[in-house]
């Protein structure tokens, strides 16, 4: 793959046909739009006919071709056609077209980083390489003026498509427009992220590839053993959807360096030390992994572990109800102050799913008191509108339902979601200028927060459908958060900038984050599997949706069952 570089072409000022940049209609030109007129200027930008290019009004245009370094260049014209023979000759690469369509002075606001790049009159930086590149997004100052050439003329808008293997591929900073959700989508998407995720466990350690940045294409240091455990958990989900023997090999592998990693907690119990912390996630969802993997497969060899782990779970609970959020490494070292808001709703959901499995009373329990503390002490005072969108919880208090009717578990479902609901309506604001805020969570979107509001209202819709209550209004929420969701993943055609195998089927950290770190994909793939869930089963076999993504992959590293 190309390095990154990047070369322009230099080219003077355009006196292109384009508008001030506004509301999403001032992208909405037709004939740019049209799959035509892309595979029309990829053949002009090859040396072939200017098909129809000639009649349509001229543009700006900028092209890159990437190949052993990332060279573009900048043309402009009385007619379409004028401007991409403006261009110039490329060195041979995949080539990726962007068509200027609106205009406006900076600054360039963080959500705007992949919708408007930089022009001088040395030419266009394409909004997308500002991502390519890795544009600085700490800070409100990102300059994107430093990744061009010469004094800076404006921001631009552009039109942009990339060559792909099934034709243009037409592009919203560095993904395509996501179809709209269906089963047959979800299934297709959930099948492509476990193929990636389940190639991110090392076949010797079981650990996962935690993290991958796609701009410098090196892998940052750092681990988490929570993340790890909810990575097992969700290939374990897949294996139960489709039992790809793959997968499963996989995820035992995963789920053995997971129990390798807890710990005897005196008197009885298991722990597990992460960061340098005793936290109540790391064995609450180690819990949750363990009671899948004994659910899906049937087999339980992990039993004790399971019970310890919930021993400790227990320990952890005061009288009123209330977790713990943290335990001393040994006996007597300091605690942090902190309370975590996600840690205990993992708890209670590991201890009920482990209730399941294990006729021990103390589990359900455990579960239901933890689940009326939050319910009535740590929410309850609090406005729908503040709450945090805890899916563990929401996943919690859908399990709890199928044997407990006690109805303050629907009735904070309910509540859990109309908080979701406040959440993705703050983005509407941005969305005549930028439709891919559509069930946005934060500003600039983070893809996670979608993923996991998508797993926790899933749980929610599912139970309202266990009781018989009405939740319908919940459905376009779920609709909108997928459709994001779905905007982040790396599918073939959208690595043309990058190694695709690192990144091939995993998500992104957001729109404007194209890092990949194995909760993003995680969380992802469980989401997908729960909505396809509720949405109906996907009858197409699952050879027929590996078939393509091993083409693209290659060879299973895990070609047979570990047991």
Known sequence: MPPLTLVLLACGPSPAIERPFGPAEDLEVPHLNAPATAHAIFTRLRG?????????????????????????????GASLDDAVQAVGALPEGLLKVDVVVASRPGPLHRREVGVLGP???????????????????????????????????????????????????????????????SAAVLRRRAVWAAEHLHRQVDPATGRFRYRWDPVSRTAPGGYNWLRHAGATMALLQAWERDPVPAWRAAAERALQALVAETRPRPPDGRDLVDGGKVKLGGP??????????????????????????????????????????????????????????YYPGEAVLALHLWSRLDSNPA??????????????????????????ADQWLMLALAGLATVDADPRWLAHSQRLARAVEARRSRAEQHLAALPDYRGAVFD?????????RV?????????????????????????????????????????????????????????????????????????????????????TPIED???PALQVLGPSPHSAPAR
Request: glycine share 10%; aromatic share 6%; net charge negative.
């Open 48 to 76: 072939g006919p200017a098909g129809p290019l000639a009649r349509l009004p001229g543009r700006q245009v900028t092209a890159c071709s990437y190949g052993t370094e990332v060279v573009c260049g900048t043309g402009h």
């Open 444 to 452: 600039p979107p983070r893809g996670t927060p979608a993923a996991v």
């Open 455 to 539: 797993e926790g209202v899933v749980a929610t819709l599912e139970h309202c459908r266990t009781i018989g209550a009405d939740c319908s209004w919940l459905e376009p929420v779920l609709h909108d958060l997928l459709h994001h969701l779905m905007r982040t993943q790396y599918l073939p055609g959208e690595t043309w900038w990058t190694s695709p195998e690192p990144v091939l089927g995993a998500f992104a950290g957001g729109i404007v984050d194209p890092e990949v770190r194995v909760d993003y994909t995680q969380h992802a793939l469980s989401g997908l599997l729960a909505a396809e869930r509720w949405m109906g089963h996907d009858p």
């Open 119 to 181: 022009r001088t009159r040395s030419g266009v930086v394409p909004p997308s390489r500002l991502l390519e590149l890795g544009l600085d997004l700490s800070s409100e100052d990102a300059d994107p003026w430093s990744l061009a050439e010469g004094d800076p003329l404006d921001l631009v808008a552009t039109v942009a498509w990339v060559e792909a293997p099934e034709g243009p591929l037409h592009l919203n900073r560095l993904h395509a427009e996501p179809p709209e959700p």
């Open 284 to 341: 609450a969802l180690a819990l949750v992994a363990l009671a899948t993997w004994q659910r899906v497969t049937g087999e339980d060899h992990y039993a004790d572990v399971a019970s310890a782990l919930a021993r400790f779970l227990v320990s952890q609970q005061q009288p009123s109800g209330q977790f713990a959020s943290y335990a001393p490494i040994e006996p007597g070292a300091d605690v942090p102050e902190r309370v975590s808001s």
């Open 545 to 547: 949706l590996r078939g």
């Open 363 to 388: 589990w359900a329990a455990s579960a239901t008191r933890g689940a009326a503390w939050l319910i009535e002490q740590r929410d309850g005072p609090k406005p729908d509108t503040h709450l945090l």
